[in-house]
């Protein structure tokens, strides 16, 4: 008798093709009913609208179910007014974020995310990556925001905390179920505490509206001071770059070779305001000092041994501000990486999130402010100080007492 090739013996009998057309079926159906039951017997609008979508659409990366409930804080991230210029820096805007994520985390939900980040032009001035020791430029990136998805991986924080975009397709479809299921579909819920929002009365809804505060977010996280009650480091959106930000930073990382890295945060955070006695303030009173070079120089000099490759991430765009420092290191800036960076960055929320990556990636790291107890840092000033107090200058000057 004669054997059958290797096609013969595979090649699926109609039988079987017709098991596994059923079996999707089933599937179909369990998912639909759990979906209901979860839900409280909600009616067929809503079974065939997410039905339409959810099994006959083509799939993305990541798979939503059918009995999926979402979370929504509003459209824009820490802004205040009506147009961009009002909008919070980079980091605020993350603190922000990982506030709201960490509520989709409590509530069991999936966030829906602004489509877009507002970038103030005074974080967005070009000088930062066209950098050399000459001559600096005011010139702006054009835009003022840019797609969250340009700067986060989706998919990659999805991993976490389930994510869709509020443009995308998914969240249009929810939205138009959630209107024809009325109260059941959403609730508007400004004020609300998240623990609150566990009770049976929001837990089956289909959309639960937080509304947040337009001026900031994490306002709504009352005990974000308390790190024991924190559920996202502060690391995780770092880590969580788009995948052609990461790749660029591995190739920097790769052609720096054994490095060391600082991050020098000046600019904004240098700005003073005078009392009613006409006397200079400012919230950092010894930051413009330690973030100098001949500082900066003292502070490292124990922990980075001299020849060392430094890599410098830094908001001050003051031509050869750096170049003391190259007495005893060789300097790397994001600007001598250009044949990498031209073709990817388009501001400078980009370039910062990659710049991060690659600090993170040194032998020694020492960043400006203090975030974790380990941290090597350029000043002793708190991260966050409410008091406008006299600044010093000189390793000599003593803090002069407040008028």
């Not at 060392?308 to 003051?318: Q, V, W, Y």
């Not at 840092?377 to 991260?383: E, G, H, I």
Request: net charge positive; charged share 25%; with cysteine.
């Amino acid at each position: 008798m004669a054997t059958m090739s290797k096609a013969q013996r595979t090649k699926p009998t109609p039988g079987s093709q017709r098991l596994v057309l059923l079996c999707i079926v089933v599937f179909a159906f369990l998912l639909l009913f759990s979906s209901v039951i979860s839900t409280g017997k909600l009616g067929l609008p809503y079974q065939q609208t997410l039905i339409d979508y959810f099994v006959w659409s083509p799939r993305g990366k990541r798979h939503h179910s059918l009995s999926e409930k979402y979370l929504y804080w509003g459209n824009r991230i820490d802004c205040p007014g009506k147009n961009c210029e009002t909008c919070a820096g980079l980091g605020h805007q993350e603190s922000s974020l990982r506030c709201a994520l960490e509520e989709a985390m409590f509530l069991n939900r999936t966030f829906v995310m602004p489509s877009g980040m507002c970038i103030n032009p005074i974080h967005n001035k070009k000088g930062i990556l066209n950098r050399s020791d000459n001559k600096t430029t005011e010139e702006g990136w054009v835009g003022s925001s840019c797609a969250m998805d340009s700067l986060y991986d989706i998919d990659l924080i999805s991993e976490k905390i389930p994510v869709i975009l509020d443009d995308s397709k998914t969240w249009h479809v929810v939205l138009s179920t959630s209107m024809k299921l009325g109260e059941r579909g959403i609730a508007h819920v400004s004020g609300v505490s998240r623990h609150r929002l566990t009770e049976s009365h929001y837990s089956n809804l289909l959309i639960i509206n937080r509304t947040a505060s337009p001026l900031a977010w994490f306002v709504e996280c009352k005990d974000r001071s308390n790190r024991s009650a924190v559920m996202l480091p502060y690391s995780f959106l770092p880590n969580m770059a788009a995948a052609k930000l990461r790749n660029a930073a591995e190739k920097i990382k790769a052609q720096l070779g054994d490095y060391d890295a600082i991050h020098v945060r000046r600019g904004d955070k240098l700005k003073t305001r005078k009392d009613r006695f006409g006397v200079e303030r400012i919230q950092f009173p010894h930051l413009d000092r330690d973030t100098r070079p001949e500082f900066i120089l003292r502070r490292i000099e124990k922990r980075i041994p001299r020849g060392r490759t430094l890599f410098i991430g830094s908001n001050e765009r003051k031509p050869g501000f750096f170049s003391p420092l190259a007495v005893r290191y060789k300097l790397a800036y994001s600007s001598n990486f250009s044949e990498i960076l031209d073709p990817i960055i388009g501001n400078n929320y980009q370039l910062f999130m990659m710049e991060r990556l690659v600090m993170m990636g040194a032998k020694t790291y020492f960043k400006t402010f203090k975030e974790y107890e380990t941290d090597l840092t350029l000043t002793d000033d708190p991260k966050k100080n409410k008091n406008w107090e006299i600044p010093v200058y000189t390793m000599d000057e003593r803090k002069k007492e407040a008028s």
